[in-house]
């Protein structure tokens, strides 16, 4: 596989802050990136996208941020809530069809 | 969004026997899926991209002759781990894109070898 294989960061955030989960990609031709929110024992579920021509997309609750000169994703999720603790991954298009997966980062939430 | 749906979601096996994990796009066609393995607190490793009605492409350090692919029909891919060991023990995920862009997952299969 392509993808490192580092054991998870860990991002502990208190409920109704605000979170800021990084990712630096690999490819500076990668044009169309996505986020994923895995939850224990399940597969990743798409949180939102960016593509290269873009700097900042907004969703709900969420915000990905793309600096291309610096090869940098981030994901911010607004107010926090117990049902965002997951690992969350990015993930850059490589090919057609094909992504490769940051080494993730566990988001907890705090009461 | 479009389905993948994966199965089993868990299975164990005696070391020595074979697996089969289904991946199947429910409502689109996938002339290509992607297989993935994941140990625990890690990311996401591909192992191998499923095209249909030929061979599939494995990643480097992926051994072929032990995770098999078979990618029939636009709608089905399985993944044969044969002659499992306990070091095959993984999470295995499958994916699959209905268009040039987002990829789905499937829920994933647990796989226990004992």
């Known amino acids: 596989g392509e993808s490192v294989g580092l054991h998870l960061p860990t991002l502990s955030v208190q409920e109704g802050d605000n979170s800021i989960i990084n990712c630096a990609y690999s490819n500076s031709a990668s044009d169309y990136f996505i986020w994923y929110k895995q939850e224990s024992g399940k597969g990743p579920q798409f949180i939102i996208d960016?593509?290269?021509?873009?700097d900042k997309r907004q969703g709900q609750r969420v915000t990905v941020l793309l600096n291309k000169t610096v090869k940098h994703l981030s994901l911010q999720i607004a107010a926090t809530q117990p049902g965002d603790s997951a690992v969350y991954f990015c993930?850059?298009?490589?090919?057609?069809?094909?992504?490769?997966f940051g080494t993730g980062t566990r988001l907890k939430v705090l009461a | 969004g479009a389905v993948v749906s994966q199965h089993p979601s868990r299975v164990i096996c005696k070391s020595g026997t074979s697996v089969k994990i289904e991946c199947r796009s429910l409502?689109?066609?996938?002339?290509?899926m992607f297989w993935y393995r994941q140990f625990p607190k890690q990311s996401l490793m591909l192992m191998a991209t499923?095209?249909?009605?030929?061979?599939?492409?494995?990643e480097q350090g992926v051994e072929k002759d032990k995770f098999l692919i078979n990618h029939a029909s636009l709608t089905l891919s399985t993944l044969t781990v044969t002659s499992a060991h306990p070091e095959d023990s993984s999470f295995y995920i499958c994916s699959a894109s209905p268009e040039v862009a987002e990829a789905f997952f499937g829920q994933g299969t647990r796989l226990t070898v004992v």
């Open positions: 499923s095209n249909e009605g030929s061979k599939a492409t494995y």
């Open positions: 960016i593509r290269s021509n873009m």
């Open positions: 409502d689109f066609q996938a002339t290509t």
């Open positions: 993930a850059e298009k490589v090919g057609t069809y094909k992504y490769i």
